[in-house]
């Protein structure tokens, strides 16, 4: 196939228009991704699509907490094994995550560890005694470069673009659980089992708890990936996380710095902010590259 | 034809038994879904005939609003504000607070299974009808 002086013309135009996009975009200071995410309210553009011709969706409620990127400072020695034990517990109400006693088929969103399970990389055989004794809070670390959104095949689980928080949605779980082969921190739990008791289900229920302990909160079906969603459904309410809240609590009653701290990491006056530039905090196998967003002062 | 009698006898006692579910049924059609619409609120979201036909794609842009853009009010057709959830504003105390009166009628009549409440909590309705029956 030829080319003539036209088309030559015509791809060399086009070339320059595509090269010229990327330093255009720099120049405007968006880029042409991110000018497209505004413009859809994030939604995709299928998605867009689709809801063309129905009711646009209001936006978020005046009162909801937001912040560019959520973060979460664990400051271990002001925890103990009692406050460790209200946040899950806390946690676990809230979100409806079922007791289940069979620790193949149990659920969590936040648990204690231990410091070897919490940091492999920094363990040695002359850690303190006392290091190893603390009760360790781990959860869902919302990394900015999460790889369980990037193995996931129908985008159930992803990163909201407004404040980095790692989500599920469990409409769309196949329950292929790439997720939590793809999660370096075990945060992840797969629904066994029917977690809470309905109709037809009888035969398994194997777990503690008779009735999903909040109305407001949905359950699970058996077959969907689950993990701690820093209590997304209470910052748009303009709540803290549960856990944040109830750890918080306990310290003041106990006269201690809180124990779990939460803000926004790229505002520079927030309270995680503070504690980041007064503590030296460590994060989970950063050599990972994940980014974590949860730090822990050790 | 070799074998006539009994193909044509075979043929025809085939189409009864193809047609059975038809004459079988026949005269006794199921009850009419008995839809029992709120006495409290008046108005839905969108007018009632828009809710008839498309609750489905309505319930769909809900879920998928709030749960992937955080976008969690809608602005009904009246202009009034709600929170696009099933639990709280489609199944509260003051709307369809009886699943079993509302969304299983017509459910039930046409076939339909929805795995919404696989995971969502329909409201608790003191048993009125089946009391072996638990939600």
Same mark, same amino acid.
């Given at each position: ?75 271990v020695r ?35 560890e231990e410091y070897e399970h919490v940091f492999p990389g920094q363990q040695h055989e002359h850690v303190d005694e006392a290091l190893k004794k603390l009760?360790f ?143 030296y905090?460590i994060?989970r ?11 822990y002062i050790v | ?44 979201? @969108? ?5 008839? *036909? $498309? ?6 842009? #809900? ?37 079993? @009166? ?5 459910? *039930? $009549? ?6 919404? #409440? ?18």
């Amino acid at each position: 196939m030829a080319v003539n002086r036209r088309k030559f013309l015509k791809i060399g135009g086009a070339s320059i228009l595509a090269f010229g996009a990327k330093p255009a975009a720099d120049a405007l200071g968006i880029s042409p991704t991110e000018w497209l995410d505004e413009k859809l309210g994030g939604f995709t553009i299928p998605e867009t699509l689709l809801h063309l011709f129905r009711k646009p969706a209001g936006s978020v409620a005046g009162e909801a907490l937001t912040a560019k990127r959520w973060a979460m400072v664990v400051n271990v020695r002001a925890l103990d094994e009692e406050i460790a034990e209200a946040c899950k517990e806390a946690c676990h109400r809230v979100h409806n995550v079922p007791e289940i006693d069979n620790p193949k088929h149990e659920i969590k969103w936040i648990w204690q560890e231990e410091y070897e399970h919490v940091f492999p990389g920094q363990q040695h055989e002359h850690v303190d005694e006392a290091l190893k004794k603390l009760p360790f809070l781990v959860m869902c670390n919302h990394c900015f470069n999460p790889p369980c959104c990037r193995v996931c095949p129908t985008k159930a689980t992803f990163k909201r673009k407004k404040d980095g928080i790692v989500l599920m949605d469990m409409h769309r779980c196949i329950g292929c659980r790439f997720c939590m082969a793809a999660c370096p921190f075990g945060a992840r739990s797969f629904n066994w089992i029917i977690p809470w008791p309905r109709a037809g289900a009888e035969e398994e229920r194997r777990f503690k708890g008779k009735e999903p302990p909040t109305p407001d909160y949905p359950t699970r079906a058996k077959g969907v990936v689950e993990k701690c969603n820093f209590c997304a459904e209470r910052l748009a309410k303009g709540q803290i996380p549960a856990c944040v809240e109830v750890s918080q609590e306990l310290c003041k009653k106990k006269g201690r710095e809180p124990a779990l701290v939460f803000g926004d990491l790229e505002d520079p006056d927030s309270e995680v902010r503070q504690l980041l530039r007064l503590h030296y905090t460590i994060r989970r196998k950063p050599e990972l590259g994940s980014h974590p967003n949860v730090y822990y002062i050790v | 034809m070799y074998d006539g009698g009994k193909i044509i006898a075979g043929i025809i006692i085939g189409l009864l038994l193809l047609t059975f579910p038809i004459w079988y049924g026949l005269g006794r059609a199921a009850p009419k879904p008995d839809v029992k619409v709120p006495v409290k609120e008046k108005e839905c979201v @969108e007018p009632k005939a828009y809710m008839k *036909n $498309y609750h489905m794609q309505l319930l769909d842009l #809900w879920r998928d609003s709030t749960v992937r853009v955080a976008k969690r009010s809608f602005i009904a057709f009246n202009g009034k504000k709600y929170e696009m959830s099933l639990q709280k504003t489609c199944m509260s105390a003051d709307c369809h607070a009886r699943k079993t @009166e509302f969304c299983d009628q017509c459910h *039930n $009549y046409t076939g339909v299974v929805p795995y919404c #409440w696989d995971c969502h909590i329909p409201p608790k309705e003191e048993p009125k009808r089946k009391p072996e029956e638990k939600h």
